[in-house]
């Protein structure tokens, strides 16, 4: 005799046979070419109202707890470079059309001027770092940066108010928007690709890099530079700003780079920090025994190595920004990475502040630093 619940189970086969059944339809279907993929025969209208709900209410459900870092520079400037260089190709920008191509991509890129109104900003950013699966929508090419994400967020929310002009001026940073005079190609020695590329973001011989956010190039050691940029290319340091650059210049051309910015005389960040700069000298200069740290200086000060990057002049967001990531188990996928990961991960708080207000304020020659005055 069966028991019992084998017994009910036998009553109710053939209505078990139904999920295999189905299943085998769709296999069947999917397998006869019947259903059209085609982009330019577009979705029947009750699909397209299905993916609009799905998407909204995914997007909502899922951004729910995010909240932006606290703290704000002036990031539209960074933000707009990096968004004429990767996403306005798809989107448009004020003042330029969505791209014919990818203006047939199904769904189809919204112009984001128009319509990131719409959304809530912590639903810009999940969308911006997560991506959107199976609309062609990328996510954030920095792993973990959601630092960077948050900076884009903020040109999202300012598009559809911003006049053409001052997305221009942002956007186009140190570049300059006209062609260059030939004698300036040859008075920097290169011709303007990629320099001109760089220009958005970076600083120039006259003026300081465009945000807080951008570190300053001019005067760091060659090695280092070079380094920094194959890591970018290699995926072994993270950033969604300076990936798809450094990917997109030639093999050939990195050394080019290199040598010019570390010769190239430019102006420090002038901007207020705020923090205990008498606490940052200290640990500059002796460190924390309590805390097993050493100076700072004993790497970062005189005699210079080539394989550290030079402190003094660097803005303090971009250097508190780092020292934070470094705490946070990024910038960890190298030796050198690793070695400053552990001394970040000792300092607390205050100390970040302290010492980042300090060495953002020592823009003075090398000379001063290594002195302690
Ligand atoms: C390869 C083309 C492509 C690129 C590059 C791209 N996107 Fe998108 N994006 C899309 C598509 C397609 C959608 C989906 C539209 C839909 O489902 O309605 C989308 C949707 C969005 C949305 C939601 C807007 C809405 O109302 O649907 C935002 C916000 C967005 N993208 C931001 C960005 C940002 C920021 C960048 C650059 C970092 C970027 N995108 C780069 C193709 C692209
Ligand atoms: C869209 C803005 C943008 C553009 C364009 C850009 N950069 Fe950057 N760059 C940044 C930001 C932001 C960082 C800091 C990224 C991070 O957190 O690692 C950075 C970091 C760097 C670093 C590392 C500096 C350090 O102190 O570790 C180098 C080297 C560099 N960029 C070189 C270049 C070169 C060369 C070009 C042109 C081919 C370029 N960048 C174009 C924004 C930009
Ligand atoms: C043992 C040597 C050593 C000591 C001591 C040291 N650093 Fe570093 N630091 C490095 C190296 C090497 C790098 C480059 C890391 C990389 O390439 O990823 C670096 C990079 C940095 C950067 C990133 C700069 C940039 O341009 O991206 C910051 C910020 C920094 N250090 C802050 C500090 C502070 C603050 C202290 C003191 C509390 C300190 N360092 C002590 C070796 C050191």
């Known amino acids: 005799m069966r028991p019992p619940r084998l017994r009910r189970l036998w009553r109710h086969w053939p209505w078990m046979l139904l999920p295999p059944l189905g299943?085998?339809?769709?296999?069947?279907?999917?397998?006869?070419?019947?259903?059209?993929?085609?982009?330019?025969?577009?979705h029947p209208a009750w699909m397209e109202k299905f993916l609009a709900l799905a998407m909204r209410r995914s997007v909502e459900v899922n951004s729910k707890d995010e909240r932006p870092p606290p703290g704000k520079a002036d990031l539209l400037p960074l933000a707009a470079a990096h968004f004429h260089g990767n996403c306005a190709i798809?989107?448009?920008?004020?003042?330029q059309p969505v791209n014919p191509t990818f203006a047939h991509m199904l769904p189809h890129p919204p112009p984001?001027?128009?319509?990131?109104?719409?959304?809530?900003?912590?639903?810009?950013?999940?969308?911006?770092?997560?991506?959107?699966?199976?609309?062609?929508?990328?996510?954030?090419?920095?792993k973990g940066r959601?630092?960077?994400?948050?900076?884009?967020?903020?040109?999202?929310?300012?598009?559809?108010?911003?006049p053409v002009d001052a997305y221009r001026a942002y956007a186009f940073?140190?570049?300059?928007?006209?062609?260059?005079?030939?004698?300036?190609?040859?008075?920097?020695?290169?011709?303007?690709?990629?320099?001109?590329?760089?220009?958005?973001?970076?600083?120039?011989?006259?003026?300081?890099?465009?945000?807080?956010?951008?570190?300053?190039?001019?005067?760091?050691?060659?090695?280092?530079?070079?380094?920094?940029?194959r890591e970018y290319r290699e995926d072994r340091r993270q950033s969604g700003f300076m990936e798809p650059v450094a990917v997109a210049v030639p093999e050939t051309r990195l050394s080019d780079l290199a040598d010019y910015y570390a010769?190239?005389?430019?102006?420090?960040?002038?901007?207020?920090?705020?923090?205990?700069?008498?606490?940052?000298?200290?640990?500059?200069?002796?460190?924390?025994?309590?805390?097993?740290?050493?100076?700072?200086l004993a790497c970062h000060g005189e005699p210079k190595?080539?394989?550290?990057?030079?402190?003094?002049?660097?803005?303090?967001?971009?250097?508190?920004?780092?020292?934070?990531?470094?705490?946070?188990?990024?910038?960890?996928e190298t030796a050198h990475g690793r070695l400053m990961a552990r001394i970040a991960q000792r300092l607390s708080p205050e100390q970040i502040e302290a010492v980042s207000a300090y060495f953002a304020a020592a823009a003075a020659p090398d000379g001063l630093l290594a002195q302690g005055r």
């Open 305 to 332: 190595r080539s394989d550290v990057p030079r402190l003094a002049g660097q803005s303090a967001q971009y250097l508190q920004q780092q020292l934070l990531l470094w705490r946070t188990g990024g910038r960890a």
């Open 146 to 162: 959601k630092d960077e994400m948050w900076i884009m967020t903020e040109l999202l929310r300012e598009l559809p108010s911003m």
């Open 23 to 42: 299943i085998c339809i769709a296999l069947l279907v999917a397998w006869s070419g019947l259903i059209n993929i085609a982009a330019s025969a577009g």
């Open 112 to 142: 984001l001027q128009e319509e990131a109104g719409h959304w809530r900003a912590r639903e810009l950013f999940w969308i911006g770092f997560h991506g959107l699966q199976f609309t062609g929508m990328p996510s954030w090419s920095g």
């Open 173 to 229: 940073g140190n570049a300059p928007w006209e062609e260059p005079a030939p004698e300036e190609l040859v008075h920097r020695g290169m011709n303007l690709f990629p320099i001109n590329t760089c220009d958005r973001c970076h600083g120039t011989a006259s003026a300081p890099a465009v945000n807080a956010h951008v570190p300053r190039l001019g005067g760091q050691s060659r090695d280092y530079l070079l380094r920094a940029l």
């Open 90 to 95: 798809c989107h448009g920008a004020p003042g």
């Open 263 to 296: 010769a190239l005389p430019e102006p420090p960040h002038s901007l207020p920090a705020s923090g205990d700069t008498a606490l940052g000298r200290r640990l500059a200069e002796t460190g924390d025994p309590q805390r097993d740290l050493p100076p700072c």
